[in-house]
């Protein structure tokens, strides 16, 4: 695995200071394997600036912009698995184009995007 995305589960998981996550991003961090946040992962999870567990979290993290080739490939995603939720599809497209795992609190949803495009996705449960 050469990187990481987290999904909005992630950054909840970041949050609460969930053992099993903080301990999964030290050792990720401490591999120095790159870590990306797209920016509506970002948006749904961030609330304000008191989030001292996502802030610290977020310091290590590449957050990812979207872009018009991104939402294309993230709506026909949802198209094919017959979702709605555009954010699970971008994570999902991200992972795929980058060859990234994914960290998530709700894998199922991902692995059925994944399925739809005919791929495999790595996902790491928190």
């Known amino acids: ?15 609460r200071r969930d053992f099993r996550f903080v301990r999964m ?3 990720r961090t401490t591999s120095q394997i790159p870590l990306f946040v797209p920016v509506v992962v970002l948006a749904q999870a961030w609330r304000d600036g008191k989030q ?16 018009e080739r991104i939402g294309r490939a993230a709506g026909e995603a949802c198209a094919k698995s017959g979702t709605s939720d555009v954010v699970d599809a971008i994570v999902v497209v991200m992972a795929l184009s980058k060859g990234a795992a994914v960290v998530s609190s709700d894998p199922d949803d991902l692995r059925k995007i994944a399925a739809a495009l005919g791929k495999k996705l790595d996902i790491f449960v928190v």
């Open 1 to 15: 695995m050469t990187s990481i995305v987290y999904d909005t589960g992630a950054l909840l998981a970041a949050e």
């Open 25 to 27: 991003h030290r050792n």
């Open 52 to 67: 001292h567990g996502l802030v610290e979290v977020l310091k290590d993290c590449e957050i990812t912009p979207d872009s």
